[in-house]
């Protein structure tokens, strides 16, 4: 039951940092380079988020989340070249950065047709790695159309932004 609460938590603090709202959300936000740090009221936990246009396809949105607590990391990512069927299937993909491999097989959800989300038990190495990536892969198993690389410039600084994030929530 607490698992499932704060995987609940996390995916709402995730998602409220890329959402499209009419109301204006109070934040305490601040910026690394072109992510942004953001700690909503009514969220759990601190998010870091990056969203870009790649001119190389077709001009296509790009938008990674990631929300950590000492539990569990989240990423979310959102690619508006995706045409996901099945909200809630489980899709299995590799995930890597320029220069390791992560996790092999990794369970990711489809969130909605643009959006994919992995929760992961917290691990330090995983951390480490995505703080030295410049890009983070999801390779899914026999469909090479979806898979997908993006850039995650400056990652190592806005993953310390994200945990003084955390460290300092009220």
């Excluded at 959300?25 to 009221?41: C, H």
């Excluded at 190495?125 to 390779?139: F, I």
Aim: proline share 1%; charged share 35%; net charge negative.
């Amino acid at each position: 039951m607490k698992r499932s609460l704060l995987a609940a938590g996390l995916l709402a603090g995730a998602l409220s940092a890329v959402a499209l709202t009419a109301r204006p959300v109070q934040a305490q936000q601040s910026k690394v380079g072109d992510w942004t740090i953001e700690k909503r009221t009514q969220d759990a936990h601190c998010n870091a988020s990056r969203g870009y246009k790649d001119k190389e396809d077709e001009n296509r949105d790009y938008v990674i989340v990631i929300t950590y607590s000492e539990k569990a990391i989240v990423i979310v990512m959102i690619y508006d070249g995706w045409e996901w069927d099945k909200v809630g299937e489980i899709l299995r993909a590799d995930v890597g950065t320029d220069d390791a491999d992560i996790m092999k097989k990794a369970k990711w959800e489809v969130m909605d047709k643009t959006t994919v989300r992995g929760i992961f038990e917290y691990d330090q190495s995983m951390m480490d790695r995505l703080s030295r990536a410049k890009r983070l892969s999801l390779d899914f198993e026999d469909d090479d159309d979806d898979s997908i690389e993006m850039q995650v410039p400056r990652a190592g600084e806005a993953l310390a932004a994200l945990k003084f994030c955390e460290e300092n929530r009220k």
